[in-house]
């Protein structure tokens, strides 16, 4: 299923998300983002929705901008942040100061090599964190975003598509 077929496939009463998914998968709609970031970005969002229509429309939009390997990224950016976003949201949330000082004992070696450049798969974790709204990990993944060179448009664009994309996850519910 192409973007295209997805976004017919919604209702008229998500008109302001049909236009606003064509916008933010644009260089132009997402300042900041290059085009390989804004479909990591997006496939790891529509990932993390759990939809599985928006998630084959963006894996196929997204296949004609990225790799294989880019591609397999982002899904590993939004399994591992589902983890994450789960663990960190409670130690932020606990009121407990011993349970906050207790290691993880989580593997998570795909952050440190995603095998994609490591500010893209930052990107695409902060949008699927604020997609599993972990606090936490968003501070953490703007922090390194910008620490890297991207600017807070490029970080605002990457929740943009988060955002727009957990609603059309939202929309495609009701078909």
């Known amino acids: ?10 209702a008229d009463t998500a008109k302001d998300i049909k236009l606003n998914l064509s916008k933010v ?4 709609g997402a300042p900041g983002l290059t085009q390989k970031q804004i479909m990591g970005t997006a496939l790891a969002s529509a990932h993390a929705t759990r939809s599985l229509p928006l998630i084959a429309a963006m894996t196929a939009e997204a296949a004609t901008v990225l790799s294989g390997e880019e591609i397999a990224a982002a899904k590993a950016a939004a399994t591992i942040m589902a983890m994450n976003n789960v663990y960190y949201r409670f130690i932020h949330l606990a009121a407990d100061d011993e ?9 998570m070696q795909v952050l440190a090599n995603p095998g994609i450049p490591k500010l893209d798969f930052e990107i695409e974790a902060l949008a699927v964190s604020a997609i599993n709204g972990c606090g936490m990990c968003m501070e953490s993944h703007v922090h390194e975003v910008v620490a890297q060179g991207l600017s807070k448009q490029g970080a605002q664009s990457a929740i943009r598509i988060a955002a727009v994309m957990n609603a059309a996850a939202q929309a495609a519910i009701s078909v």
């Open 99 to 107: 349970v906050k000082k207790m290691p993880a004992n989580l593997r």
């Open 25 to 28: 998968l644009s260089e132009d």
């Open 1 to 10: 299923m192409s973007i295209d077929s997805f976004k017919e496939m919604l």
